[in-house]
């Protein structure tokens, strides 16, 4: 990896209400100020409920847990609700260290309504 390339970065699509935010690579202080704002202003523009998709973070730290609970903050100011879908064991491990496992609304994959609609909005030309 070279300097200029970012350990961290996000894919984003929006179905029906419900806007759904991957993320992937390292979860560290950068990734927390970098992904912050534009993860701020998808809460903030878009609908109020999200899934924030860890299944593809690689490493997670304390600036990666306070971006965590800053969406967490912005969804519930919002009235929205936000799940989480797992991460790796690593990733889950760090989140019961630190007692946030039970904080969030765990989702073992993207719920099934979602994913048949994010389906058929690839399909449609």
Known sequence: MSADELAFWLRTRTVGGTVIIELH???????????GPRVHALVRLSAAD??????????????????LLAVREHVAYRGGVLRLI????????????????????????????????????????
């Open 86 to 125: 797992r991460g790796t064991p690593r990733v889950s491990h760090i989140l019961r260290i630190v007692r946030l496992d039970g904080s969030f609304t765990m989702l073992d994959a993207l719920p099934r309504a979602l994913a048949d609609d994010a389906d058929q909005a690839h399909r449609t030309p």
């Open 50 to 67: 999200v899934v924030l998709d860890l299944r593809a973070v690689t490493f997670l730290d304390a600036g990666g847990i306070r971006l």
């Open 25 to 35: 690579g390292e979860l560290d202080m950068l990734a927390h100020r970098e992904l």
